[in-house]
């Protein structure tokens, strides 16, 4: 058979034609024609599905269903779809032992995973198909640097476990872990709620990592609004894997391109949206860092300054008492969007679905009665989800979480541990109580490696009943931890920063209205006989990551040459009158 090779019958230039085009590229041909192409299939855009399937944990076992939605819609539309698999590390799961240490690292691995193959093979398009936390942002990020046609099909929420008449979520089998420690529940009783939390298919069920930064991908744009919403085991999935299979086609025949999604105004948005939702603080983490891979001007103040603005206005766990299921039968995203755009809290930014984000809010359909989205005017609380404070302690910033609790100022003595497991065991063993201010270093970036989230801490420490506390940590948190907590520390101890340098007793205070965490100590005077605490030298992908990997400041990105920390430079903490 003659194949259609002459310049004048070719479709316009894709980039798959470096693959398939030319008497020079048979080979390549004889390779796709194995795996199923036709004649008339190279004529059609070529289409990456990369799916974050996997059957280790709810949150991704269903996506390998979800790309056959995909899959026929981009058929539909013209296109040619090819299949490909990347890693997910799960949180829940590796949560409180040496496996976390994976967990933000993944994020760095699936991104080059998915850079590689769709370079690696010339593709037009890309669906990213995604799950357990790291995977979202993640898949931003590769799009962020190839600036190809590409879009991210979040697969939704889980519903929530029931235990009698009561709605649950993973965020109570943690704090459960707690009560048991304290003997205020017993072995049945653990059973019972670990058996019942997840149910089935889906991401953790509240505002945590996973249905936060879904939320922010489609108000940047990059996610078709509506798609991310639907919880995972919702027979609607199916049609809104479809509609992601037909847009990624349109987006390459439009010419369009990930950075057109990714700017400076669609991740003040995406900021803003984090706010009002009560989302996690972790998104300030992959907002920066896709906004680095980007190239764009946008750091931990931009952050801070979306939260100035924007009050909580979405009553939604860790703090709040629905799940990501309730918003979604609200009115979702696009009731979170209308409120934020009436309030002139938002830009009108251009999406993937091919409308903008002014049109897509103006579609929202608020269920009667609903009380999960209030309005701007009155919000659940007036300020928003986390702040942004630097100080003594973090001369380059802290992440601190604003959400479930009204605190405004705290101070304590510390009680320093150079890993989380001290920390826990310390917690569960009643050596830590009201009042003190618990500090957990060594666990930064670089430190870990890997930045784990402290979520079996501050679960605990709910969990024992201990309210009136403090915990400041170079590592982070889980979307699913609330209370008076300040994570992020930059710079961390594994570098020298002066969280290194706090010693047991020290008075720390966090100050939230003055922006302000300070440590009543000479560190200037430690720091001449520092020596970092020793640990075992991390080995393989950990060695890696811990060479490359930037300040949690500026997103913990392994790119080269990342853009400077941003520095806020708040005044010095006013002296208390009673001091």
Known sequence: MTQNYSPEKRPEERRSHAITRGPSRAAARSYLRAAGMRDEDFDKPMIGIVNTWSTVTPCNMHLDRLAKDVRAGIAAAGGYAVDFNTIVVTDGISMGSPGMKASLISREVVADSIELVIQGHQLDGVVCIVGCDKTIPAAAMALARMD???????????LPGRIGEREISIQEVFEAIGAHGAGALDDAGLKAVESAACPGAGACGGQFTANTMAMALSMMGLSPMGANDVPAVDPAKAAEGERCGRLIVERVFAGDHARKYITRRSLQNAAAAVSASGGSTNAVLHLTAIAAEAGV???VEDC???????PVICDLKPGGRFLASHLYAAGGTRLLAQRLAEAGLIANTPTVSG?????EAARAEEAPGQQVVTAVAAPVTPRGSFAVIYGDVAPEGAILKLTGHAIDRFEGPA??????????HAVQDGSVGEGDV????YEGPRGGPGMREMLQVTAALKGRGIREVALITDGRFSGASYGFVAGHVSPEAAVGGPIALIRDGDRITIDVPNRRIDVAADLDARRRGFVPVARPAPTGVFAKYAATVASAAQGAVTIPNPPPAQVFRPAATPAREDA
């Open 304 to 310: 801070h300054q979306a939260c100035e603005a924007a």
């Open 148 to 158: 190809i046609p590409g879009l991210v099909y979040y697969g939704g929420t889980i």
């Open 415 to 424: 009680v320093v541990f150079d890993s989380e497991e001290d920390a826990f």
């Open 297 to 299: 001007e946008f750091g």
């Open 438 to 441: 618990i500090v957990i270093r």
């Open 355 to 359: 409308e903008s984000l002014f049109a």
